[in-house]
């Protein structure tokens, strides 16, 4: 893709980087010398993209539920007006900019939200380049050597980056990886999930992430190769087949019927859902490591684990094309 191409030769030209520097202000200082009452300003936020419903819930939760005080969404930049007016108005984002670059200098964290993932990298490429902690939602992008090459230089740079479906990094998956810790020989899984595999914001990638994604944080085992077996008749289910480097074997069937996601793993008491034992809490695990992340710069996810992410979402969209088993390679 044009996007994808651009971004690597932006990243392969090399330029001068920089890091936050973490400093208490002299006016502050003085405040506390003095006994004064010491003002604390709310830490900023700035979002890219606001064609997703992502960002008016992004908004609404800092600001107007304040789910994290001292934290605030303030500026926002839209595909198209109306979509950065809609935000502005439900998420109460104050600010409105024409160019992202505007946000530059402003802000202390980095939400990247574009609906079609490979915008994503060409987006956040200045600002994580300028040391603005970075979370860029599902998915990070479409290639998994644009991913490689983007995460090396944030490491470089020392940018905390990170990106992940929410389905997979909740605390509902963390208590199911625990489930699978006490059972044995599980050597075949079943992922239901709703994906459009013709969707213009890049086929598989758009809702295939959030059936992929769990079976990266559920098993250790890398996934080594991916088949799409394409229903060819319209509104009929089809499915694909994940091989993983052990020879346990995943199978992900598209739903038509219904939004949501389950799983289902055969053991030696026969096949069970995995299902989170867990109440359900407010914000999620997906929120509350993001805000962490952006306050002590610990990345909640490995840069490998997010990479191999694309790599599966990569050779299963191979697959559709070809028709044939696409290995995984990242």
Partial sequence: MANRRSFIEKIGKGAAFSTLALSL???????????????????????????????????????????????????????????????????????????????????????????????????????????????????????????????????????????????????????????????????????????????????FFFYGVHMVEPLIYLFDEKIISAKFNKNEKENLNSSASLIFANGRMATLVITTKKYGWQTFVETDEGVVELKSRVKTIEPDKNYVDMVNMFSTGKEPRSHESIIHGIAVLEAIQKSIISGNWESVIA
């Fill in 25 to 203: 202000p002299s006016a502050l200082f003085s405040q506390i010398k003095l006994g004064k009452a010491a003002v604390v300003k709310n830490k900023v936020i700035g979002i890219i993209g606001a064609e997703n419903s992502h960002t008016r819930g992004f908004g609404k939760m800092f600001n107007l539920d304040k789910k994290f005080p001292g934290w605030e969404v303030k500026y926002v930049w839209g595909e198209k007006e109306e979509f950065a007016q809609q935000a502005k108005t439900e998420g109460g984002i104050p600010n409105i900019v024409k160019d992202p670059l505007e946000m530059m200098g402003k802000i202390d964290a980095l939400i990247v939200d574009h609906r079609h993932g490979d915008l994503h990298l060409d987006a956040a490429l200045p600002f994580v380049k300028a040391g603005i902690p970075t979370f860029i939602d599902k998915p990070f992008c479409y290639s998994s050597q644009a991913a490689k090459i983007f995460l090396e230089m944030a490491r470089a740079v020392g940018t905390p980056v990170t990106s992940y479906s929410s389905i997979a990094h909740s605390y509902a998956t963390e208590d199911m990886r625990r489930q699978l810790a006490e059972k044995k020989d599980i050597n075949q899984v079943t992922c239901y999930g709703k994906v459009d595999i013709n969707s213009i914001y890049g086929g």
